[in-house]
């Protein structure tokens, strides 16, 4: 790990730690943006549920909306928003999505919720949905099927680790003459950090 990188994941880690000091509601929320092959970009409110120097990780399923892009398309942005933070402060992360390993993901499964658990088996995410009372009836046979059990990790709900290329802070500051800068990173590993104009 480089310098400038080690550098950023501490900044990172800095502005987290003040997230949760300055009573931020959730400072795990994060927008998710992916697109398809052809371009059509989509976002949406994930949680952030682990981070390091190999990446930044969110849990799905892999055959909803978000899982399908990021399989064509295995590229993803990240954005942090904490406005209680300093004057506000938002965190920009992109690069390359892949899937965590089984272990890992089995893992982080057994500490959800049993509710969240059996949700998970449930839901067919992203597909039509008639009625509310289908999903609660898919429910109740997978809480019968566990009964008694412990809850497996469905086959296709899994982790995603965005591995950062870019990283850029953005720290607010009056008449929007924020400050931002922007850590970027080769393929080879190389970093460089630079100012941008707000």
């Known amino acids: 790990m480089t310098d400038l990188y080690a550098e950023a994941l501490a900044t990172f880690d800095t502005l987290f730690d003040e997230a949760r000091d300055a009573g931020e509601p959730d400072r795990t929320a994060m927008t998710l943006a992916t697109a398809t092959p052809d371009g059509r970009p989509s976002a949406r409110t994930v949680l952030l549920k682990a981070h390091d120097a190999r990446g930044f990780v969110f849990y799905t399923h892999l055959d909803g909306r978000k899982g399908r892009e990021l399989k064509s398309n295995p590229r993803a942005a990240l954005l942090f928003h904490w406005p209680r933070v300093r004057q506000g402060v938002q965190v ?5 999505v892949a899937i965590i390993d089984e272990a890992e993901a089995d893992a982080y499964f057994a ?4 509710g969240s658990q059996l949700g998970a088996w449930a839901s067919l995410q992203s597909e039509t949905l008639d009625t509310r009372e289908d999903f609660e009836r898919r429910l ?3 809480a019968q099927q ?7 990790r469905p086959p296709r709900w899994n ?3 965005v591995r950062a290329d870019r990283i850029e802070f953005w720290y607010g500051a009056d008449y929007r003459l924020h400050e931002r800068w922007l850590y970027e990173c080769d393929h080879a590993g190389d970093c460089s950090k630079r100012m941008l104009y707000p």
């Open 92 to 96: 920009r992360i992109e690069g390359p």
């Open 140 to 142: 109740a046979e997978y």
């Open 146 to 152: 566990f009964d008694g059990r412990e809850v497996p």
């Open 111 to 114: 500490t959800r919720p049993r």
């Open 159 to 161: 982790g995603l680790r």
